[in-house]
């Protein structure tokens, strides 16, 4: 089935509807360490004043089965990710997640790797503006320049809108902005976990919010209010819940049960469906935010295997090279040294530095002072 061709709303829970075993480890490994947005005024004290943050570089599975270029758009940088070999016609501009805080992060290159394996797409990676810095209305414009730059290049059949978490929502919003602009709509959206609200009210979050391991409220709504900037956190733009779904393009979302954004994920695909949309749902059970992020889930393989399907692409045949730097072993020997040596879990970092949050408690329970 290809980005375009009809389809229902299908929630799904993969091929099971219990989390495996990886899934469950995952979770708990990630238990164990606080969460940054759980702390309003450390989350805030975290990214007020900060040195601005720059893209991670791509990691040695992507240098080896991709050729990553830079171009820039109105003066910003966007990361051009080919295929090495013949890549396919598809062209995937993929909006980062990160709580509209974060930059591309390790994280979001291994969902970059993992699209342009299964698919052979050409994925397009825009630097967008930032919060607090910035707000939506500068990332908007500007991402929106960037897809008018790619439609010169190639046809808007071609192109498929993803993102992940609060890029996810910055798509979705993309999508509507497109329509109400009179622009060519892209083939498809692929979102994972997508943020369609920027207030924390659903009261379904309670039972939730516990047993999430990654997101909280309470910094989540602080970055919300940053990305909102001027303009009412309800704004279409800001919170995609709030706006008029009708006429946008074909839309799969790929959805975790642990993961505070589920239950606004359904009101929005059940929004869409009752728009006369095309939706489809695939929610996994217990699964954590933006599980794809760790690619050697079973459920990660789930997603991607359905992805390659909807492009109409058989996965691409891997490199051996490849698969060693992307072994799960090796992934959690070498997480396993470098938690050892700063509390950290890097792979999975998605929205601050979890080190700098455990040295902060722990020169406060000695009664030190924190370091400049």
Known sequence: MGPGEQSEWTPSYGDSRWPSVMMRFTAWILSTE????????????????????????????????????????????????????????????YLHGGGYVSDLLTLHWEIILQVVRHTGATV?????????????????????QVYRWLLTRCAPADVVLMGDSAGGG??????MRYRDRGLPAPARLVLFAPCTSVIPENPEVDAIEARDVVLARAGGAL??????????????????????????????????????????VRLMA???????????????????????????????????????????????QRQPATDVVSAPPLVFSRQLAVRMREQSTPWIHHVGTRARLHVARARRAAGRADPA
């Open 34 to 93: 606080p969460k940054l947005m759980a702390d309003e005024a450390t989350f805030r004290a975290t990214y007020e004043g900060r040195t601005y943050p720059q893209p991670a570089p791509p990691p040695l599975a992507v240098s080896l089965a991709a050729t990553v270029t830079r171009e820039q758009v109105e003066g910003r940088p966007v990361l051009i990710v080919t295929p090495k070999g013949t890549p396919s016609r598809w062209h995937v501009v």
């Open 223 to 264: 970055a919300g209010r940053w990305w909102a900037g001027a303009d009412d956190p309800r704004c279409p733009q800001v919170s995609p819940l709030f706006g008029d779904p009708a006429g946008l393009p074909p839309i799969d979302i790929y959805q975790g049960t642990r993961d505070i954004l589920w239950p606004d």
């Open 170 to 175: 910055l798509a979705l919003a993309q999508a």
């Open 270 to 316: 059940d929004k869409i469906a009752r728009a006369g949309g095309q939706v489809r749902l695939f929610e996994y059970a217990d699964g954590i935010h933006v599980f794809v992020g760790a690619a050697f889930l079973p459920e990660s393989r789930d997603v991607f295997a359905r992805i390659a399907a909807t492009f109409g692409a058989l996965e691409r």
């Open 124 to 144: 397009v990676v825009p630097i967008y503006p930032l919060a607090p810095e910035h707000s939506h209305a500068e990332a908007h414009d500007w991402v929106e």
